[in-house]
């Protein structure tokens, strides 16, 4: 439980999105844990398959093919 809002928080927080849509994995990866300990494997399978597998590959796919500006140092 502690994980999950502490990889949430990383989602809001992180400045590299990059980094925010990886912490994003992580909660969603958490989240179904946490269903698997609450006897739901069938939403916990889902939970894994959509969101940290799909969501997030769609997520990483769109960030890779935009092109990201140079930070002005």
């Not at 989240?31 to 997030?56: D, E, R, T």
Request: with cysteine.
């Amino acid at each position: 439980m502690v994980l999950t809002v502490a990889f949430a928080l990383l989602t809001v927080e992180l400045k590299d999105i990059l980094y925010a849509i990886l912490s994003f994995c992580g909660m969603c990866v958490t989240i179904g844990a946490l269903f698997w300990l609450l006897n739901a494997p069938y939403v916990a399978v889902f939970q894994l398959l959509i969101y940290a597998g799909a969501i997030v590959a769609l997520f990483v796919a769109a960030v890779m093919l935009t092109t990201r500006k140079e930070s002005v140092r």
